[in-house]
């Protein structure tokens, strides 16, 4: 049989026990049931109303490792002429027996000595016990003014209550520094998106408006309360709508993102908008909503499509013309050119790449040294070349080209970036210039020939008359043989002027200048042409200067041709 002894020890722990159970009970109820700072107020009060103390405090560790006293009561706020409001003590300011049961995180109590600052409060006795878990303070409980002594055992009681407390102090702290931070979060995303160009909203997956940026709203010229809610394809284009839908669909699937181009009708009428989308996901995976960031890409679009038709109507008169036009950049190698350039060689545009070595090899091996230090030494100037080249078609065969062109960009330090030209083909004009030349010098070689002909029998007709003027005095025969031997004379000249026209159109000619006498040379002519104006009844007479001079410098037959 126990004995009265042991049955009232039990009683005491059961008592005992059911205290800290109690205790523990209103803490719970006091942490759980606030869910600001004024849960910490309503556990300090009860704990003073349990431990029958005048004073008492609760506070937490910060995420810097300050104290924080998040409630004062108001009797010790008016003792120590504080102001409303939480209290915040760095490390450094710890002081007393709550800094050194914070320090050593142990449990510390006094009941006589204590040793104060200036503006403390009153402390006849003081309890302080810190809050530990797992092995890291998170806060303090701290009672003073007991009306008896604190004992051993109101120090397991207090503890017994940190130690229950400790768990959700810490969980309650976390929750509230990550609250803190998504709020801190929320606020800089509201500043970020209230305050940038770009249009944002969030959707479902209806494409409802969860959520619409003020530069949206003023974009569309709609408050946010007609948007919210709504549908965004009535805003879509018809013709753009497909493709819209489509990005709708694609954002739902890996990778969860998408870009398209729309048109939306904006209070400014119809504008081009690029879109980025993302998916955002829960935790299990699946799409709930979608966010998208938008760009009014109108100006841009604009400026395509006038590249566009300008390039088009490029390409049409390039296409429409028979002269080639190349672009070519030296540094690169890179070479642009329209199809004319190949296809007047037979080439077919499907056959060939439009590249520089390929314009290069086909260019005469004979031709190509020149036309390419010709066209390096125009790197450096301003004028445009000019030059003439064969060229190799299609069929092995050679076409003749003039090719034309300048430097049109450069560096900052005048280095040829860019040269521009056109390349045209010439071979029925050259080969008409060749056939041409052919004719002419086939002209010379046949009036050579023919001069010569003429030649042979004139010395021998001059040579009869020249011998029967030796061997026949009678005065008048003489005179014909004269006559007949200036005739043959100015014949012999005239197929000479033959041959000279030859050495002109050859660029050989060359103009012997000799002394003659004007009045002879006159008088020959006189003598030449005077029987036939007589046979028709006419006279022709010719007269002298006594002051002429007597002699000049020519060539005296052609004189006589005048």
Partial sequence: MPSDRDLTEAKQHILELETLLALNQLAAEALLSETDDKGYGRLIERLQQIFQCEFGLFGHIDPEGNLVFPYIPTNIRESCGMNDGCSRFPRADWAGIWGRSLTDQKSLFANSGLILPKKHIALE???SVPIVFRNELVGLLLL?????DFLQEDVQRLESVAAYIGPVLKTRLEEKRKSAALAHSEENYRLLVENQNELVVK???EGR???????????FGKTEQELLGQSFWPLVHEDDLEAAMQALRDVQKPPYTTYTEQRALTKSGWLWLSWSDKAIRDEHGAVVAIIGVGRDVTPRVIAEEALAKSEERLKLAMDSVSDGIWDWHPETGVMSCSPSCFT??????QEISETYDLWRGLIHPQDYPYVRDLIKSHYGIEEAFETEFRMQTKTQGWKWVMCRGKVVERDDSGKALRMTGTTVDITRSKLAEQAAEAANKAKSEFLANMSHEIRTPLNGIMGMLQLIKTTTPETELEHYCDTALHSGKRLASLVGDILDLSKIEAGKMQIHRNPFDLVDTVRAVEQLFCRQPHSRGSVLNSNSIPDCPGRFLATPPGCSKC
């Fill in 209 to 219: 408006f969860l959520f619409v940026s003020p530069s949206y709203c003023n974009v």
């Fill in 203 to 205: 959707i479902d997956l």
């Fill in 144 to 148: 003073g003014n007991r009306a008896g």
């Fill in 125 to 127: 006795n003081c309890l």
């Fill in 344 to 349: 007047m060689l037979g080439f077919d545009l």
